[in-house]
């Protein structure tokens, strides 16, 4: 399977569509989920493209887990987490819907029960505080 520059993901890295920026660099750009599973659910991809996991380099993945990291620590303090959860999905079979390598994280409290996958569109004005909520969080 082979990378395709038309995806989603890439139009927003080029900023041909809009999306809740929570944080960027050299490598990566994290935002939000526009159909959160829970509140605070965000994604972060790099900006070298690759399919998913299986195809993308190592020197993808380096800055890509630090900001996975940076982010997921950012979103658990902001949504006062218990914990969190970081999900990857890998072909079709296995629910990747977005052929550009990303990382969902969801902040998640003892209990809480997920919405589903690419489930209902979230308010933007939620998605900018949420988004807001988490940067101020970095
Ligand atoms: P998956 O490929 O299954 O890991 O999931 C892709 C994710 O991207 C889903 O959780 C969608 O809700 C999300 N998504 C789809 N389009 C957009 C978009 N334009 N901006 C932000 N998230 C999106």
Redesign the pocket.
């Known amino acids: 399977m082979t990378y395709d520059a038309n995806n989603?993901f890439a139009k927003?890295l080029r900023g041909e569509?809009p999306?809740h920026k929570i944080y960027e660099d050299e490598h990566t750009l994290a935002?939000?989920?526009?159909?959160p599973q829970v509140d605070g659910h965000c994604?972060v991809v790099p900006k070298v493209g690759s399919r998913n996991l299986l195809d993308a380099e190592l020197s993808t993945l380096t800055p890509l887990m630090a900001t996975v990291q940076k982010v997921a620590r950012a979103a658990k303090a902001a949504f006062k987490a218990d914990g969190l959860q970081i999900r990857q999905?890998n072909e079709p079979a296995a629910?990747?819907?977005?052929f550009h390598l990303?990382f969902?994280i969801m902040p998640m409290n003892e209990g809480q029960a997920l919405r589903g996958?690419?489930g209902k569109m979230a308010d933007h004005g939620v998605l900018a505080k949420h988004a807001e909520m988490i940067r101020k969080s970095l």
Do not use: A, K, P
Request: proline fraction near 0%; avoid cysteine; hydrophobic fraction near 45%.
């Open positions: 989603i927003i569509i999306s935002f939000m989920d526009v159909m994604l999905y629910g990747q819907t977005v990303h969902h996958h690419s």
